[in-house]
Structure formats: C-alpha cells, structure tokens
C-alpha cells in the first residue's frame, strides 16, 4: 500500500517567493497533520485536520503559512511570501486517531 | 521549559552494549507515549507504544513513570542498526503528537 505521499522532495526558493507543499495521506486516514522540523527547534506541529476540518492551527509560525485540506486525499502547505527562517523539513503525518505513519519530507531551502 | 525534553547524546555505545534513553515531559494530561526512531535525512518511524504497565519488543523495553513524568527506552545487545535519532513523542486529548529534540544513538564495532 502506498504511504504518505509528499512533493516536492526538494524545493529551492529565493526570499519573497511563494512555496506550496502538497500531501496525499494514507487512504481511510481521518487525520493529517503537519510538522516542520530543524536542527534548532526540532520536529515541531504545525496544523491538524480531522475529516479535512482544521482542528489546531496553534503552531502555524505567523500569517504567512496556511494549510488546507480540500478533500480527504489532499493537503496543500503555503508560505507566502517565503523567507531564510522558513527553511526546514516539511512532514505531512497521517493517521487513524494511533500511530502516526510520516512522508518522505519536502526539504525547503530558501536562499 | 519545552513540554517535552531529550539529552540530544550523542550516545556512543560499543556493539552488545545496553543502552538506556529518557524523556521527561511537563504536561501532566500526557494521554499516550509513543517512541519513534528516525534516521538521517528520513522521516520518523513509530518505534514502539509506551503503555502504562510498560512493554517490551524484543530487545527494546519502553516504561512509563507517570509520578515522576518520563518515559524511557532501553536497547539491550545493541546493533549497528540501532544507530538512529529516538524521538519521544506524547499525545494530549487530541490525536497530535509533541515530540522531543531526539537522542542520538551511534552504536561502534
């Protein structure tokens, strides 16, 4: 069965530039989840879904990042406009209210 | 204080050896714990659940203080495998996890 499904693996941007993450969860999975994680500040949540309803979106850093989750099988992130300090690797987790399965990560890197 | 801390280690430990990791959290409405391993440049992978009368899989045994609020990991006989990031992660009454920093285990020949 395919896992979590994350793109892009990698993404370059410049400063100022818009960036949009995109997942797919594992199919029957009620809940999907993001997660930045750095060196700094280690794997951190960023918003949850529950049946594509935003439930916490607590961690989200500040207006420029959103999430939505349109339909049960896909999510999208979005930073705009994007900066240096955005930097990071993007998980997208789902799960069936247990354990949490992860994607592969999209690594972002703006210059 | 961060709601859930790691001794980032690294921990180096010879081949055979018995290793042991905590994970001391601060909220006291911690409903379930959960260790995940996580190696370079991949994502987490659940590990293994902490329940409450402690479990063991294998060489790995996960036990739950909720008086003193941590967990813990121990590897007996460790591998080469072994060597990884262990990331608790806690669960409130939501399905969300926190997670620690990580520990880092390099385990010598």
């Known amino acids: 069965d395919a896992g979590v499904i994350q793109s892009p693996r990698h993404e370059v941007t410049e400063m100022g530039q818009e960036v949009t993450l995109r997942c797919k969860p594992i199919?029957?999975?009620?809940?999907l989840f993001w997660y930045r994680q750095t060196m700094m500040r280690g794997l951190e949540l960023l918003i949850y879904?529950?049946?594509?309803?935003?439930?916490?979106d607590s961690g989200m850093p500040e207006d420029r990042f959103s999430a939505k989750m349109p339909n049960a099988s896909f999510s999208t992130l979005k930073i705009q406009p994007s900066e240096p300090r955005d930097s990071a690797v993007y998980f997208c987790?789902?799960?069936?209210?247990?354990?949490?399965?992860f994607g592969e990560g999209s690594r972002l890197t703006v210059l | 204080r961060k709601e859930v801390e790691q001794d980032p280690g690294p921990f180096n430990v010879p081949e055979g050896a018995t290793v042991a990791f905590n994970c001391t959290y601060s909220?006291?409405?911690?409903?379930?714990f959960f260790w995940y391993r996580q190696d370079c440049r991949k994502e987490p992978k659940l590990l293994m659940s902490?329940?409450?009368s402690g479990n063991e899989d294998g060489r790995f045994t996960a036990q739950l203080n909720r008086a003193s609020q941590y967990i813990s990991l121990l590897i007996r006989d460790s591998k080469l495998s072994d060597s990884a990031t262990y990331l608790c992660?806690?669960?409130?009454?939501?399905?969300?996890?926190?997670f620690g920093k990580g520990t880092s285990l390099l385990v010598t020949p």
């Open positions: 987790a789902s799960s069936l209210a247990g354990e949490l399965f």
């Open positions: 199919s029957g999975h009620d809940y």
């Open positions: 879904f529950n049946n594509n309803v935003p439930i916490d």
């Open positions: 909220n006291s409405a911690s409903q379930s």
């Open positions: 902490v329940y409450s």
């Open positions: 992660g806690l669960g409130g009454p939501g399905y969300a996890l926190n």
